[in-house]
């Protein structure tokens, strides 16, 4: 059976079987506590903990999973991988051990038709139940059943969480062999007996102290490895030889002109790099791209270990992301939310593999001449410095200098290599000191026990009647501010927006009966709003009833280029592509800044073109709406959310007609015309992969067309024109005068230098049969220093010309020798020498050479040193 066919089975028998069928999550999970989505239950994690309600007892899925902790096996061994789909049936308080394990082997042995003489099965230990359940009602003959310690049959998702008993079945791979199996040929011997299913028994909670709470209800957490699944089915001995695998295998052969089976080493590079295609493909697919740190280093350690691998297949130029298309034709059709960004995969992937390639070359020069070193002074530890050059120079994450170096049986100094990081660390971040100490930062104790402040500022611009519930100075509660203090103060309500989704926080004034308080700014922690305010009439304690009164002018300039955003990711996503993804903001009320997941430049054209659209749907004026509702209903109704932000709860769904559907908690206008004009001032890229749009809108655009418009008048008046046209034909027309006029200086200075030429000549001293000119001047035209040089090379014989000109703070020397003595001076060496003196340096060939200097006061020096380099 081919693995679609197995994953579709599967699902099928479990929604027979009365569960429900969810579509795979993220492979980034919604859990501080993993960097990834490591099992079909991560997903499920706050099911087994009760935390949220059970609007269903029975589920089954096939999971995206990634498994980061033995990378480098991976394409060693028949079995590693880093990313794999797990099946999983889960029951949350539903059935038990007996339902769970009679699905499985039902399942295992009726529908993938397994012989039963193939399987074997363990238990934990002590877990009698799940023993007599196997060996009575399932009649399993006490041999091939064996009970294991928790190594092998005690699973828990990470250091802490839901976790329990489990028990395996393992396929044998020699079945039918009348031999002795033991407990310990099963744990040991995986060339033979595969694990094909893990049911674990999930009961308790593992807490962070390692000690294990009973939950409140039995659970069943099933795992089947798809692709080991398709092994046993396909009668293959590799996973690798799969129809999981086996297409973007062949592919890579195919190009690389070799063939799978041939020779181990290529073997390990095909099976690393259609392994990592696959891993790649689906990472950044949810959304990962490539970085230094957590996810996105993971990512880039396996774009660049595949590269590597490539390297070793004859690939000199980028090939990975050309497997992105063979990954998406198999698993397109299961996962059809990756397969819709395959253009956006391929481009990100491109870009990382250009950025390698560049230097990868280098890299492993340098490593293979340290490799050679050590091997030649019999040491196999590679100093930890040269590790760190190849990470940050080179951009070999450390990982791939160790799998290159065990290859010969050598090691780095990794303690030295991270302190090389940690000193690079601490410079970078001297680099920010003072810039993120926030001494208006309101204490943790302080926040936890205060209400949740009430947000009114969606509906309106003040609100009345607000307590006063802390003010806090220096990192302290104080119980009162006065003329002139700067404090943070909470209230129990506000209609002070708190910074958050890339809205600014609001500005504005508090007032109470004998105080002023100016709002400098509003953030928010804990959905507490903090208001950071200075006293400006009066003084202010707690308990007392204040009014809040935001900037509306600010605000309202806010909302704009908030509801612009959203038009703008609409009209980028309809003209770019849905992989359109935002990956941060900044709105303000200046402006407005959208970054964007995007792989290539925008043209010119593309701007305007989102400008424009965006313009005519705020021509036609469309309302805007705002419904809050379940985060399940939000995404029902197909409403945009961040990748990775985190929604609890209710949230508010922002919609522009049919244009816009957004989850989002700014605030917004009440219909999109308000908005006026809005112009995209700049657009650029702020790292592989994400775009940056920088736009404004009302008055703040109407501003900018005053502004230039002023400018082009002033421009008319210099110009003695009324008409813009002309005024284009007058600018043009002048700068070509200029050209001229330069072209004119220039021929002016030749002509001054040429006429020069005899007396050159008549100068030259002789330094032992060669002779020397040396030549100073002051703001030459370079095109007329070369020709006097030509000019003297063409008239002379046996001389070295060095001339020497200065334009502002630059210093270029220009060295010539004559081709009857090339044999004995070089002009290069000469020009180095000459350069050096004036702290420069540069080069070229035996009879022509140029350089360049920084200290003018040291060029009579270096006409100098031409003589004694002359001499010899
Ligand atoms: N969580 C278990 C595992 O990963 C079963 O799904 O093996």
């Known amino acids: 059976m081919n693995s679609n066919e197995l994953r579709k089975l599967f699902l ?147 250091t802490v969480g839901p976790c329990g008993y489990c028990s395996e079945i393992y396929y044998d791979f020699e079945g039918g062999k009348k031999d002795v199996v033991t407990g310990r040929d099963i744990e040991t011997n995986d060339d033979r007996f595969l694990e094909v299913c893990n049911l674990v028994f999930t009961e308790f909670d593992k807490r962070a102290d390692g000690t294990l ?47 799978y089976g041939k020779d181990p080493k290529t073997d390990i590079s095909l099976r690393v790099i259609a392994d990592h295609a696959r891993g790649v493909t689906f990472l950044i697919g949810d959304g990962v791209l490539p970085s230094n740190e957590g996810r996105g280093y993971i990512l880039r350690r396996l774009i660049r270990r595949a590269v590597r691998h490539g390297r070793t297949l004859g690939f000199r130029e980028t090939f990975l992301y050309k497997v992105v298309p063979v990954v998406l034709h198999m698993m397109g059709e299961a996962y059809p939310e990756t397969a819709q960004r395959k253009d956006y995969i391929t481009q990100i992937i491109k870009l990382e593999e250009e950025k390698f390639q560049e230097t990868m070359d280098k890299g492993l020069e340098i490593l293979n001449q340290e490799i050679e070193m050590l091997m030649k002074s019999k040491t196999a530890i590679l100093p930890g410095e040269v590790a760190f050059k190849l990470y940050d120079t080179f951009g070999f994450p450390i990982e791939i200098t160790e799998e290159i170096l065990n290859e010969f049986s050598m090691s ?5 290599f991270k302190e090389c990081m940690e000193t690079q660390r601490e410079t970078a971040k001297k680099a920010w000191k003072g810039m993120s100490v926030d001494e208006h930062a309101v204490p943790e104790d302080v926040i936890k026990n205060l209400p949740v402040t009430k947000f009114t500022g969606y509906t309106g611009f003040s609100e009345d009647g607000c307590k006063v519930l802390a003010i806090v100075k220096g990192g302290k509660k104080i119980a009162s501010a006065h003329d002139g203090d700067e404090v943070s103060i909470l209230l129990d309500k506000t209609s002070f927006y708190g910074e958050g989704g890339g809205q600014m926080g609001d500005k504005g004034i508090i007032t109470g009966p004998d105080v002023e308080l100016e709002v400098i700014d509003t953030q928010k922690t804990d959905d507490r709003y903090i208001h950071r305010v200075k006293v400006i009439k009066g003084s202010v304690q707690e308990g007392n009833i204040v009014k809040t009164t935001v900037d509306m002018d600010k605000r309202s300039a806010i909302m704009k280029n908030h509801t612009g955003t959203h038009l703008l990711q609409a009209a980028l996503r309809d003209i770019l592509g849905s992989h359109v993804e935002q990956a941060g903001s900044y709105v303000g009320d200046d402006r407005l800044r959208f970054d964007f997941t995007h792989y290539a430049a925008l043209s010119e054209h593309e701007v305007r073109l989102a400008e424009k659209m965006v313009n005519k749907w705020i021509q036609e004026s469309v309302p805007v709406e705002v419904e809050v509702m379940s985060v399940e209903d939000a995404k029902n109704t197909g409403a945009m959310a961040l990748f990775e932000e985190k929604y609890k709860g209710e949230v508010r769904v922002v919609s522009v007609g049919h244009i ?91 002509a001054g230098m040429m006429k020069d030429v005899d007396e050159y000549i008549a100068q030259a001293k002789d330094v032992n049969g060669t002779k020397v000119i040396t030549i100073r001047f002051t703001d030459a035209d370079k095109e007329a220093v070369r020709a006097l040089g030509d000019v003297l090379r063409e008239k002379m014989k046996k001389t070295v010309i060095v001339i020497a000109s200065t334009a502002g703070e630059k210093i270029s020397f220009l060295a010539m020798v004559t081709d009857d003595i090339t044999d004995k001076h070089d002009a290069s060496k000469i020009v180095k020498r000459a350069a050096a003196i004036c702290g420069g340096g540069g080069g070229g060939k035996k009879n022509m050479a140029e350089a360049g200097g920084k200290d003018a006061s040291k060029i009579d020096e270096a006409l100098l040193e031409v003589e004694k380099a002359v001499r010899g």
């Open 213 to 259: 709470g009973a939950l409140k209800q039995k659970n069943i957490d099933t795992g089947m490895g798809l692709e080991r699944l398709a092994a046993v089915s396909q009668g293959v001995f590799s996973n690798f030889e799969t129809d999981l695998f086996m297409p973007m295998i062949k592919d890579v052969a195919e190009k690389a002109a070799t063939v």
């Open 660 to 750: 816009s559907k957004e989850l989002c908690a700014g605030t917004h206008l009440h219909n999109i015309g308000e908005i006026g004009l809005f112009k995209i001032v700049s657009s650029a890229s702020t790292a592989a992969g994400i775009r940056r749009i920088e736009a404004i809108t009302g008055d703040a655009s109407y501003a900018l067309v005053l502004e230039n418009e002023g400018t082009i008048k002033e421009l008319k008046t210099v110009f003695k024109t009324s008409d813009t046209n002309e005024l284009k034909e007058k600018i043009n027309k002048m700068l070509r005068e200029f050209k001229e006029l330069d072209k004119k200086v220039n021929e002016v200075k030749k």
């Open 412 to 416: 780095t100094d990794k303690v030295k």
């Open 12 to 158: 099928q028998f479990f929604a027979e079987r009365g569960h429900v069928i969810k579509p795979s999550s993220s492979l980034i999970p919604d859990d501080a506590t993993l960097l990834f989505t490591v099992a079909g239950m991560v997903p499920f994690k706050n099911y087994f903990l009760s935390k949220v309600p059970l609007t269903f007892t029975r589920a089954a899925t096939s999971q995206k999973c990634i498994r980061t902790n033995d990378i480098d096996n991976v394409g060693r061994t028949r079995r590693h991988h880093t990313f794999f789909e797990m099946l999983g049936n889960f029951s949350f308080g539903d059935y038990f051990k007996e339902e769970a394990i009679k699905f499985h082997w039902e399942f295992l042995t009726e529908v993938v038709k397994i012989p039963k003489d193939r399987l074997y099965v363990t238990v934990y230990l002590e877990d009698n139940d799940a023993y007599d359940i196997w060996t009575q009602k399932m009649k399993i003959p006490a041999d091939r059943i064996f009970r294991l310690g928790k190594d092998t049959n005690f699973w828990e998702m990470g």
